[in-house]
């Protein structure tokens, strides 16, 4: 590399459940810097889960981690050129690549889901995630086959 690599900046946790998994969730939902909008939607988004859980045990921030675990992969491929010819070879993932991509996952088919609000939608993904169907679980599952798939060039991983 010729620069060094950027320091990573502290994050705040956020001001209702003191947590910085979800300050970091909430500044991938924001657009055009609305920081104060993303976290409404975040919030109403969980007080759904909260009415709408089946599960009496769990509070509705442990649904929505249980469902950001569900979503998390593994492994995934990564293209590397050997001898002219390009491989898709499954590599492991490193943990904070894991979490920022079931985050964007969560987010991007939340927003394509066909429910009235931003809220709603996001609250039915993470129901779905939390009990491992939906859209964003099926996007790990994929990633894994892709994965699974290509096994047999694991042997020119760096």
């Known amino acids: 590399m010729r620069k060094k690599q950027a320091k990573k900046r502290p994050l705040l946790p956020d001001p209702v459940y003191n947590d910085q998994l979800v300050t ?3 500044n991938n939902l924001m657009m055009d810097g609305k920081k104060s909008v993303a976290f409404k939607i975040f919030y109403n988004a ?9 599960d009496e045990e769990k509070t509705a921030i442990e ?3 249980d469902a950001l675990s569900n979503v998390m992969p593994h492994v995934e491929v990564r293209s590397r050129r050997v001898g ?5 070879i499954p590599m492991q993932i490193r943990p ?3 979490v920022s991509l079931a985050m964007k996952w969560l987010i ?3 927003r394509k889901r066909n429910e009235k609000s931003m809220s709603l939608r996001l609250a039915n993904e993470i129901l779905a995630a939390s009990k491992e169907e939906g859209a964003a679980v099926k996007k790990r599952q994929d990633t ?3 994965a699974e798939a ?7 991983r760096v």
């Open 46 to 54: 969980i007080e759904i889960v909260a009415d709408k859980k089946q």
């Open 150 to 156: 290509n096994r047999a060039f694991s042997h020119f």
């Open 84 to 88: 002219g010819a390009t491989f898709q």
């Open 63 to 65: 649904i929505w981690k």
């Open 96 to 98: 904070d690549r894991k």
């Open 108 to 110: 991007s088919f939340s």
């Open 24 to 26: 970091r969730f909430v």
């Open 144 to 146: 894994h086959k892709m």
